[in-house]
């Protein structure tokens, strides 16, 4: 079973950096492609951007040229490197681990961490 555990979450001013980790265990890290979702209050989660198992990204709008997401297989870990923080990002920023084969599709998602921009 897949485990996913987000953390690098807080506090941070307008302008600022913050890096996000995401802890994978359960399975072949390989396997899957991964990506960050988040969820603002009152808002439909949304992508922020994902990662295949061949390092192929893509990136939601609101984000391209200010996040770059990772992912270190020696360290079984995803990462969100965010910079130019904006007070529309803050959010409950999710981890996911999604495989798909011929035959099946499995997708996990880790509990969440919060980023909060002070306006």
């Known amino acids: 079973q897949v485990q996913l555990v987000e953390s690098g979450g807080g506090l941070v001013q307008t302008g600022g950096s913050l890096r996000l980790s995401c802890a994978f265990s359960?399975?072949?890290?390989?396997?899957?492609?991964l990506g960050w979702y988040r969820q603002a209050p009152g808002k439909p989660r949304e992508l922020v951007a994902r990662?295949?198992?061949?390092?192929?990204?893509n990136y939601g709008d609101s984000v391209k040229g200010r996040f770059t997401i990772s992912r270190h297989s020696a360290e079984n870990a995803l990462y969100l490197q965010m910079n130019s923080l904006k007070p529309e990002d803050p959010a409950v920023y999710y981890c996911t681990a999604v495989k798909i084969t011929v035959t099946s599709q499995a997708a996990y998602w880790g509990q969440g961490t919060q980023v909060t921009v002070p306006s």
């Open positions: 990662i295949t198992s061949v390092g192929a990204t």
């Open positions: 359960g399975s072949i890290f390989m396997s899957y492609d």
